[in-house]
């Protein structure tokens, strides 16, 4: 998931004293993505082929069971109404009139009768203080797609648009992107920055031209013009909820067509099950992630014409590899427990040993490239780390408001959230 705020350097700046010698030079910025490349990472552009592969292309070296499927089910709805687009980029947190209830945080009693959302219509019977009027959004037909798809996924599921998906927004449905109802679907989208900003900003701040083998290559779509290419269609992505636990999840770069580092996916939390044993030279897990790239992934993602990529993974207790999501190379997604500058050093190193060892004539080039390093959070670093999404807690008035109303036990009160949700939908009165 592309993330538009988060700065994976932050937290890790150093202080050093002032010095007379001269300053180093400045480390290279972080490549920007080019337009092929951000439009090879949207959903329905690599979704299709993980979800079923011809077993006929597969080249399996490994020990693991071939598989044709290596993605989780998903559906996909688009073209999205022009409504529904301006409803997400609209201000407030109202819903919409189609969807039948505000959120699976309130209880089946909070909803009235007629089907309404409870709150939906709640300013209709106020008085006159104030003028401004406020729009209601009505697209039935697409919630009836995001219904049925619902039932398809078994009754639970986890949205995203093109890219991102509203993890930045979860404090708002119960700290978890898991939807049972429609009502929240568009309550996650409708809060999400990271939503928002694959509506406005995802073809901004793009290289201006592809460079292949040191040479510029222009690109005739315009690389750099800040607009989407022609057939761009915005999509609403359902995917099937699964429980995955944290500690097996996984961001993986890959450069010059070559894993070359693997990040813990989650980098505040620390897993004793994850250490490295004395015994390992190389982390088991990394193994089985780089079996899977090698033998599902590599030179399959975008026809094999996307060099560097990111892409993260769920390893299940089967040690069974899933795709869960492509990303651009660069600072547009999180570096994690690396950082851009030292990966890209990475990739130029592996580059130069397989140009080297090309040009000896051998084809040997794949015995030679060291294993990608796994790093995963440790004893010694677990209160050092900087979760990228601590910028995105819900405000601690909010949070407060929308607690006023928990009960004894410590639980959500279904009607907190409700009274949260009405002074939402008004109108501001500054």
Same mark, same amino acid.
């Given at each position: 998931t592309?993330?538009?705020?988060v700065?994976?350097?932050?937290?890790?700046?150093?202080h050093?004293?002032?010095?007379?010698?001269?300053?180093e030079?400045?480390?290279?910025?972080p490549?920007?993505?080019?337009?092929?490349?951000?439009?090879?990472?949207?959903f329905?552009?690599?979704?299709?082929?993980?979800?079923?592969?011809?077993?006929?292309s597969?080249?399996?070296?490994t020990?693991?069971?071939l598989?044709?499927?290596?993605?989780?089910?998903?559906n996909?709805?688009?073209p999205?109404?022009?409504?529904?687009?301006?409803?997400?980029?609209?201000?407030g947190v109202?819903l919409?009139?189609?969807?039948?209830?505000?959120?699976?945080?309130?209880?089946?009693?909070?909803a009235?009768?007629?089907?309404?959302?409870?709150?939906?219509?709640s300013?209709?019977?106020?008085?006159?203080?104030?003028?401004?009027?406020?729009?209601?959004y009505?697209?039935?037909?697409?919630?009836?797609?995001?219904?049925?798809?619902?039932?398809n996924?078994?009754?639970?599921?986890?949205?995203?648009?093109?890219?991102?998906?509203p993890?930045?927004?979860?404090w708002?449905?119960?700290?978890?992107?898991?939807?049972?109802?429609?009502?929240?679907v568009?309550?996650?989208l409708?809060?999400?920055?990271?939503?928002?900003?694959?509506? *406005? +900003?995802?073809? &901004?701040?793009?290289?201006?031209a592809?460079?292949?083998? =040191? #040479?510029? %290559?222009?690109?005739?779509?315009?690389?750099?013009?800040?607009?989407?290419?022609?057939?761009?269609?915005?999509?609403?992505?359902?995917?099937?909820?699964c429980?995955?636990h944290p500690s097996?999840?996984?961001?993986?770069?890959?450069?010059?067509?070559?894993?070359i580092?693997?990040?813990?996916?989650?980098?505040?939390?620390f897993?004793?099950?994850?250490q490295?044993?004395?015994e390992?030279?190389?982390?088991?897990?990394?193994?089985?992630?780089?079996?899977?790239?090698?033998?599902y992934v590599?030179?399959?993602?975008?026809s094999g014409?996307m060099?560097?990529?990111?892409?993260?993974v769920?390893v299940?207790?089967?040690?069974?590899?899933?795709?869960?999501?492509?990303?651009?190379?660069?600072?547009?997604?999180d570096?994690?427990?690396?950082?851009?500058?030292?990966?890209?050093?990475?990739? *130029? +190193?592996?580059? &130069?040993?397989?140009?080297d060892i090309g040009?000896?004539? =051998? #084809?040997? %080039?794949?015995a030679?490239?060291p294993m990608?390093?796994?790093?995963?959070?440790?004893?010694?670093?677990?209160?050092?780390?900087?979760?990228?999404?601590?910028?995105?807690?819900?405000p601690?008035?909010?949070?407060?408001?929308?607690?006023?109303?928990?009960?004894?036990?410590?639980?959500?009160?279904?009607?907190?959230?409700?009274?949260?949700?009405?002074?939402?939908?008004?109108?501001?009165?500054?």
């Amino acid at each position: 998931t592309q993330q538009p705020h988060v700065d994976s350097n932050d937290g890790d700046h150093h202080h050093h004293q002032q010095q007379d010698t001269p300053s180093e030079e400045e480390p290279p910025a972080p490549p920007r993505p080019t337009k092929f490349e951000v439009e090879s990472c949207q959903f329905s552009h690599w979704y299709p082929t993980f979800r079923s592969i011809p077993k006929s292309s597969i080249q399996n070296t490994t020990n693991y069971k071939l598989r044709k499927n290596v993605t989780i089910e998903s559906n996909i709805i688009k073209p999205l109404p022009n409504e529904f687009i301006e409803y997400l980029l609209s201000d407030g947190v109202r819903l919409p009139r189609c969807a039948v209830r505000v959120s699976s945080c309130m209880k089946d009693d909070t909803a009235d009768t007629n089907g309404d959302d409870g709150w939906n219509d709640s300013d209709d019977n106020d008085d006159d203080s104030s003028n401004e009027e406020v729009k209601q959004y009505n697209f039935p037909n697409l919630t009836s797609q995001v219904q049925i798809a619902l039932e398809n996924l078994g009754g639970n599921c986890m949205p995203k648009l093109n890219w991102s998906s509203p993890k930045d927004a979860t404090w708002m449905n119960c700290g978890t992107l898991k939807c049972t109802k429609v009502g929240d679907v568009y309550l996650l989208l409708k809060s999400s920055e990271f939503v928002n900003f694959d509506l *406005e +900003r995802a073809w &901004d701040d793009l290289e201006p031209a592809i460079v292949v083998e =040191g #040479e510029a %290559v222009e690109n005739d779509q315009g690389n750099d013009d800040g607009k989407p290419p022609k057939d761009f269609e915005y999509e609403l992505v359902l995917r099937k909820w699964c429980n995955l636990h944290p500690s097996m999840e996984f961001r993986c770069f890959i450069y010059n067509h070559e894993l070359i580092a693997i990040s813990q996916r989650h980098p505040t939390k620390f897993y004793s099950h994850l250490q490295l044993s004395d015994e390992d030279e190389v982390h088991p897990t990394t193994d089985i992630i780089h079996a899977f790239f090698e033998t599902y992934v590599q030179r399959r993602f975008a026809s094999g014409n996307m060099h560097r990529y990111v892409m993260d993974v769920y390893v299940d207790s089967q040690e069974r590899t899933w795709v869960v999501d492509f990303n651009v190379w660069g600072s547009r997604t999180d570096a994690l427990l690396f950082d851009w500058v030292e990966l890209m050093g990475i990739g *130029e +190193r592996v580059r &130069d040993i397989e140009k080297d060892i090309g040009e000896n004539g =051998g #084809e040997e %080039v794949d015995a030679e490239i060291p294993m990608p390093e796994l790093r995963v959070v440790t004893k010694d670093m677990k209160d050092l780390t900087y979760d990228p999404l601590s910028s995105f807690r819900g405000p601690t008035d909010v949070m407060n408001l929308m607690g006023a109303g928990n009960n004894d036990d410590g639980g959500f009160e279904p009607s907190s959230f409700k009274n949260f949700m009405e002074q939402c939908v008004r109108p501001s009165e500054m």
